[in-house]
């Protein structure tokens, strides 16, 4: 599957955005993510949607302020992030893989995706 995440930019503190991904091949088979990578880090994990939309899960640190959601028949995924804080900077990465594990640890975890998208930047100011 191919990915193609768009709606990044540079916003104020308090702020909102949508991000979006489209994807090709059969993408209701797929577990859909965000991660993100902030200069001189790692990735880290952001939020999860299951194949059929029914279970979420996401970082404590944007528990409440973002929302992902996906829509299987535009083949798309949304990361809705309100209320943004300067540490939310950082380029987003659209993610698929194919289970969802029973584990969190592997959830939680860049390498059990097998597909990544280009990123989209996010830059929030204070």
């Known amino acids: 599957v191919q990915l193609q995440a768009s709606g990044g930019g540079l916003v104020q503190a308090g702020d909102s955005l949508r991000l979006s991904c489209e994807a090709s091949g059969t993408f209701s088979r797929y577990v859909m993510g965000w991660f993100r990578r902030a200069p001189g880090k790692g990735h880290e994990f952001v939020a999860i949607?299951?194949?059929?939309?029914?279970?979420?899960e996401y970082a404590s640190s944007v528990k409440g302020r973002f929302t992902i959601s996906r829509d299987n028949t535009k083949n798309t995924v949304h990361l809705q992030v309100d209320s943004l804080k300067p540490e939310d900077t950082a380029v987003y990465y659209c993610?698929?893989?194919?289970?969802?594990?029973?584990?969190?640890?592997?959830?939680?975890?860049?390498?059990?995706?097998?597909?990544w998208g280009q990123g989209t930047q996010v830059t929030v100011s204070s």
């Open positions: 949607i299951s194949r059929s939309g029914a279970n979420t």
């Open positions: 993610i698929a893989g194919r289970e969802w594990s029973a584990s969190m640890r592997n959830r939680r975890s860049p390498g059990s995706y097998d597909y």
